[in-house]
Each structure stands twice: as structure tokens, then as C-alpha cells.
């Protein structure tokens, strides 16, 4: 790497690597239903560390008596509350150092101090994750959050690797800026599909239970609970309010690869070639494991490729706005 590079540049490249892989510990944690794999936070039954030990099984066992140890998904659970601590201790070094260096403009110091507070929410929203039991809303916002936390800090990474340049508009940032809200509302719909257990509940497609438009509830579907774990854990919600949110998910999917269609035909005419061949691919295979998702229900492997390929498609839209917004000389 670059010794002439700011510490900023080489800590915010780690830190973008670190977010991606919690990202994904995240998908694997919750698809293997490992999501309170401890029942606290932010130890596991009241270790630092997973109880294995049969005097530390015993403890645990007589201080969770509802919560039987099942080693696994405790460390599933706990690994990816290892790693999202190191991103955030990352953040906070990143959030200092540009404080310490904010005469020297090396650095978006909002973005960073953003960064910061969004980082100490997501911790929070772990927390309540587990103490609220799989709240399908603070699921959903955990999912969200670490999205976003991702993508601002590839923005902060791309930003410092520039020396954090003045953004122009162009007609190819704009339709990639759309392009980015468009993904980012597809990627709700499937974080919502996902905290309520409603990824399988079609298993044909293009239809859905037989028919290209099943009966829908809207108002089940998409009506905040406050109910946890009790309510939730399996997919409790009514069938119709799950074929709902299926639905929408795939009606989202569909209005996403049409407009990213549409983008990548734009990229071509207007020179961004190679961008538009690699934004192609991605698409096509993040529908491909969509597709894949609903004939083989859901394996895991697949499952995880589609969210760690929602999170490419969400890099590599986050990146073109930085590139088509850099003065051209």
C-alpha cells in the first residue's frame, strides 16, 4: 500500500473490508435463526465468550433456564458481535484522527462524525435485537443500518483516496443516484421479507400460491408490531400478510432490474462501458440467486450470496456517484 497515503485512507479501506464481512456474518447469523444465539448483550449468558465448559453450561443454564445453550448459534452470534465491535472501534479511530487532522482537508469530517453516531446506533440497535426478541422493525433497522454504515464508509474511503473533491452533477450521477435510492427501497423490502419469514412462502415463480396477483393484505403485512420473538420466531404471520410482503419484494425486484436496465444502457452510450459491463453482470446475478432462492427455498449458501450480492450492487452504484461526480479536466 501507499506509504504517502494518509492513515485515514489505509484505516477507511480496512474498515470498508470489515463492514462488508459484518454484513454478511449478519445475513448468516439471522437466516441460520441465530439471532439469539445469546439471549444478552452484549456477552453470551453472561460470558465474553461463549459458555462451553460444563460448570459454565450449568451457570448459564440455571441464569437463562428458557434458553438452552446451543453452542453454534451462540457462536454465530457472537463472532458477529466480535467483528462489528472491531468496525466499530475503526469508525471511532476514523472519527478522531479526523478531528485531530480537520485543518488539513483529508477528510469529510461530517461524514466522519455521521459515520461515528450511526455506528454507536447500530450497537444499539443489536442490543435491542435481542432484548426486544427479533422485533421484526429494530430486525429490519439493524439490516438497514448496516447497509448504510457500509456505503458511507466507501464513500469516505473513495472521498479520502481523492482528497475529499468538490461532487459535480452529471446526467450519468443523477440517473446513478436514482439508481442507488431505487436498490437501497428493494434492499427494505427484502430486510422486511426477511425479519418476518416471508422468503419462502412462495415457492413458485413468477407466480406466487398460483397466481401472478394472490390475495393481498397490505395493512398486515406492513403494520408495525410490538411483538417479539413470541409472535414472530417461524413466520407467525398470517399467510395472506406474507404473501403480501413476498410479493411486494418481487414486484420491487422487478421495478429495480428494469431501471437498472436502464442505467446500464445509458452507461454504455455514454462511455462508461466497463462500468455498465460489470453493473450488468452483478444484476444478472443477484436475479439469478433471487429466482434461485424462491425454486430451491432459500439454502443457505444462496441465501447468503443474495445478500452479499445486494451489497456489491449497493458498493458499485455508491461508487459510479463518486466517479461521475469528480470534475473532468
Known amino acids: 500500500m501507499d506509504n504517502s497515503r494518509p492513515l485515514s485512507y489505509k484505516l477507511s479501506l480496512i474498515a470498508v473490508i470489515l463492514a462488508f464481512t459484518v454484513v454478511l456474518l449478519g445475513a448468516y447469523t439471522r437466516l441460520v435463526d441465530a439471532g439469539l444465539g445469546c439471549p444478552d448483550w452484549p456477552g453470551c449468558y453472561g460470558f465474553l465468550t461463549v459458555p462451553e465448559e ?7 443454564t440455571e441464569a437463562f433456564p428458557d434458553t438452552p445453550v446451543v453452542a453454534e448459534k451462540a457462536w454465530a452470534e457472537m463472532i458477529h458481535r466480535y467483528f462489528a465491535g472491531s468496525l466499530g472501534l475503526l469508525v471511532a479511530a476514523l472519527a478522531v484522527i479526523g478531528f485531530v487532522n480537520r485543518g488539513k482537508n483529508e477528510q469529510p469530517l ?8 450511526i455506528i454507536i446506533f447500530q450497537a444499539a440497535l443489536g442490543m435491542w435485537t435481542v432484548t426486544l426478541g427479533l422485533l421484526p422493525v429494530i430486525v429490519m433497522g439493524h439490516l438497514l443500518g448496516g447497509f ?26 443523477s440517473a446513478a443516484l436514482i439508481g442507488l435510492l431505487i436498490v437501497f427501497m428493494q434492499i427494505i423490502l427484502g ?3 426477511s425479519a418476518n419469514y416471508a422468503a419462502i412462502i412462495c415457492s413458485d415463480f413468477p407466480t406466487c400460491q398460483g397466481e401472478m396477483i394472490p390475495p393481498l393484505d397490505f395493512s398486515g403485512a406492513f403494520t408495525i408490531s410490538t411483538d417479539g420473538v413470541n409472535s ?8 395472506i ?32 462501458k466497463k462500468f455498465a459491463l460489470w453493473l450488468s ?15 430451491l427455498s432459500l439454502p443457505l449458501a444462496v441465501a447468503v450470496a443474495h445478500n452479499g450480492v445486494a451489497v456489491i450492487l449497493l458498493m458499485s452504484l455508491a461508487t459510479l456517484v463518486h466517479y461521475s461526480g469528480l470534475k473532468k479536466v
Open 54 to 60: 460444563l460448570h459454565e453450561v450449568k451457570l448459564a
Open 110 to 117: 461530517i461524514l466522519s462524525y455521521a459515520l461515528l453516531a
Open 148 to 173: 448504510t454504515t457500509l456505503t458511507l464508509l466507501l464513500i469516505l474511503f473513495l472521498n479520502i483516496r481523492h482528497g475529499n473533491p468538490i461532487a459535480w452533477a452529471s446526467p450519468v450521477r
Open 191 to 193: 430486510g422486511w421479507t
Open 232 to 239: 414472530y420466531l417461524g413466520g407467525h404471520l398470517d399467510n
Open 241 to 272: 400478510s406474507r404473501v403480501t410482503i413476498q410479493w411486494m419484494h418481487r414486484l420491487g425486484a422487478l421495478i429495480t432490474t428494469l431501471y437498472l436496465t436502464f442505467l446500464i444502457f445509458k452507461l454504455f452510450v455514454s462511455g462508461w
Open 281 to 295: 453482470v452483478v444484476l444478472i446475478t443477484q436475479v439469478s440467486l433471487g429466482v434461485s432462492n424462491v425454486v
